[in-house]
């Protein structure tokens, strides 16, 4: 099936610092990549849908200058989270498609602010 | 109103048993039905997903549609302990997929 790498699994950094997050489809050339974020005993709540050489579209509510994607291949989308903050803290996880297909899900990034 | 409503569970069973889950959706123009398994600290996995009414079958795992009730069914022979984990039947609309929190389901031992 579908594989959707992402990395890294577990970041622990300092409040003010920027992080960036990578998702790869491994085998197969997305033409979209989303951006997920899910709080503990929530529900996924979509950030931004990227296409493949656009800009990204991002979700009522959701910073663009806070949350930077870049989606410059067909196999590989960046999210960057500019100077976080502990409320930054969260589970993010990427999912990648293509036409007509069913999305799959990387394995997420657990992101602690301290 | 929420696109698709689904029972959060916990739903707990003895391995072995069958397991059923359920979601209805409110929008008829849904064309695409999927189910989706996310366990503790990672991403959903895809289950399933059907563009039909009827049954899909993968090994131990059905998945059935109802398009006339607006009913979709997901349903897990033989469980095993492994398949503890949280089951998602997100909508789909606008290339987008909606997730509510899913049905926790709880097999064991």
């Known amino acids: 099936g579908a594989v959707v790498s992402q990395h890294p699994s577990r970041v622990i950094c300092k409040s003010g610092t920027s992080v960036k997050i990578e998702c790869r489809s491994l085998d197969f050339q997305a033409t979209t990549m989303f951006w997920y974020r899910q709080f503990p005993k929530k529900s996924l709540m979509l950030m931004a849908t990227?296409?493949?050489?656009?800009?990204?579209?991002?979700e009522q509510g959701v910073e663009k200058d806070k949350f930077l994607i870049n989606h410059a291949s067909l196999t590989l989308s960046t999210l960057t989270v500019t100077s976080a903050h502990p409320e930054d803290s969260s589970f993010y996880i990427c999912s990648a498609t293509t036409q007509g297909q069913p999305q799959h899900f990387g394995d997420g990034t657990r992101l602690s602010i301290l | 109103q929420k696109e698709v409503e689904q029972d959060p569970g916990p739903l707990s069973v003895p391995e072995g048993a069958i397991v059923s889950l359920n979601c209805t959706y409110s929008?008829?123009?849904?064309?695409?039905f999927m189910w989706y398994r996310q366990y503790s600290r990672k991403g959903p996995e895809l289950l399933m997903y059907?563009?039909?009414?009827g049954n899909k079958e993968d090994g131990r795992f059905t998945a059935q549609v109802d398009k006339s009730s607006k009913y979709i069914s997901l349903f897990i022979r033989d469980s095993q302990p492994s398949d503890s984990a949280t089951y998602l039947c997100p909508s789909y609309g606008n290339n987008r997929l909606a997730f509510g929190k899913g049905n926790q389901v709880v097999v064991i031992p």
């Open positions: 059907t563009y039909s009414s």
């Open positions: 990227s296409n493949e050489g656009s800009k990204a579209t991002y």
């Open positions: 929008n008829s123009a849904f064309q695409y």
